[in-house]
Nanobody, 122 residues
Framework: QVQLVESGGGLVHPGGSLRLSCAAS????????MGWYRQAPGKERELVAS???????NYADFVKGRFTISRDNAKNTVALQMNSLSPEDTAVYYC????????????????WGQGTLVTVSS
């Protein structure tokens, strides 16, 4: 089994910052792409940012210059530093990782965390 556990969500004022973290654990052989998605009430889940094992990053236009994704391959963790938050960033944020398992590392399968709520409000 593989688990992704997020942390760091909460309530923040507009203009404030939060740092989300996600740790993968279990029968992991290798992790390819890791990323953060979000889903606001009444909206579809959307990509926020992703990062490859080699460190190549991809950001949604609405977070460029405000959010920074990073990862620690040795610890199987990924983080999202969120600055200049606005009420429009309010959503449940999900960690996603493409993981090859120890007992079958022939393919990478998507795995999701349970989500962490970020609320931006005055």
């Amino acid at each position: 089994q593989v688990q992704l556990v997020e942390s760091g969500g909460g309530l923040v004022h507009p203009g404030g910052s939060l740092r989300l973290s996600c740790a993968a654990s279990g029968s992991i052989f290798s992790i390819n792409v890791m990323g953060w998605y979000r889903q606001a009430p009444g909206k579809e889940r959307e990509l926020v940012a992703s990062i490859t094992r080699g460190g190549n990053t991809n950001y949604a236009d609405f977070v460029k210059g405000r959010f920074t994704i990073s990862r620690d391959n040795a610890k199987n963790t990924v983080a999202l530093q969120m600055n200049s938050l606005s009420p429009e960033d309010t959503a449940v944020y999900y960690c996603r990782a493409s993981i090859a398992r120890i007992y079958d590392h022939s393919m990478y399968l998507p795995n999701w965390g349970q989500g962490t709520l970020v609320t931006v409000s005055s």
